[in-house]
């Protein structure tokens, strides 16, 4: 993003801006910055790193004038994208939308662009604009995990449960946040009929999720009898961690046994719903 014909002195107090910026000297970083703009005033990179560095020190309204005044130099897909972060951070997704879409008309390949431009979206519930444009980051980067994640999510809400799953399996090598992943694989999966599945890649979600550290997978390979066994009246139980529910008084653990209640006795909607409270 380097300005062209910038003095090489300018360059190099700008490379030591950067050094400090990278050791976390702000202050110091700030004053090369601004020492370079002096000696070199249209030095749009300098604007936009101060902007950067304002960002970091969540002195937003000070990031915002600064981006504003390299885009006063030129347009930049960049700085426009910094800025349109900016207000999005501050939840103002309609505007923070502007500068996303005006950085794409400078690049309609740029894939930051293309993914605030979709999370905007997203966040104003325009999800077939969302679903444009995550696609469009699909495109330029295959295996970008969080698009996939939100298309998932997007077809999961459409009770496009077959298309959520591709899309999930496009990731399942590099899936990182695996709660999540098994979460909505598992109710793709009761949704579609595959309960025996739902129950596994559910049981994998609960546990993936750290506040489930300590639970053990007791359904796994018992037989009805044993589960009749060892849980004893299914539907007292039921009844019994519902009111538990209902006056603030349950653990994690009966969270989990409950929900997994639901699913044995094939009450999949009432498993879902209580999954996704606890796990958000």
């Not at 885009?71 to 997704?93: D, F, P």
């Not at 879409?101 to 605030?116: K, M």
């Not at 349950?250 to 997994?260: D, Q």
């Amino acid at each position: 993003m380097m300005s062209q014909a910038v003095p090489k002195e300018v360059i190099s107090i700008y490379n030591n801006a950067l050094m400090l910026s990278n050791k976390g000297d702000f202050e110091q970083a700030l004053s090369e910055y601004r020492r370079a703009i002096t000696l070199y005033p249209q030095f749009l990179q300098a604007y936009n790193n101060i902007g950067e560095i304002y960002s970091r020190m969540g002195k937003s309204e000070l990031a915002i004038s600064h981006y504003r005044k390299a885009l006063e130099i030129a347009k930049n897909n960049r700085v426009l994208l910094n800025l349109g972060v900016e207000y999005y951070n501050r939840r103002e997704y309609q505007v923070a939308l502007q500068y996303f879409l005006e950085s794409l008309a400078l690049d309609s390949d740029f894939l930051e662009g293309n993914f605030y431009t979709a999370m905007a979206y997203f966040n104003l519930k325009n999800y077939s604009s969302a679903e444009h444009y995550l696609k469009k980051v699909i495109s330029i980067e295959r295996k970008h995990e969080k698009s996939h994640y939100l298309l998932a999510y997007i077809y999961y809400e459409w009770k496009q449960y077959e298309r959520a799953i591709a899309v999930l399996d496009a990731v399942k090598d590099i899936a990182s946040d695996k709660a999540f992943y098994y979460k909505y694989y598992g109710f793709c999966c009761y949704h579609l009929g595959r309960y025996e599945e739902a129950v596994s890649y559910l049981t994998i979600a609960l546990e993936s999720n750290p506040n489930y550290a300590k639970y053990k997978k007791y359904l796994k390979g018992l037989t009805y009898e044993k589960k009749l066994k060892e849980l004893g009246d299914i539907d007292a139980r039921i009844r019994e961690m519902e009111q538990r529910l209902i006056g603030n008084n349950a653990s994690i653990r009966e969270y989990t046994r409950l929900s997994m209640l639901y699913i044995f006795k094939g009450e999949y909607r009432k498993a879902e719903e209580l999954l996704l409270k606890v796990t958000h």
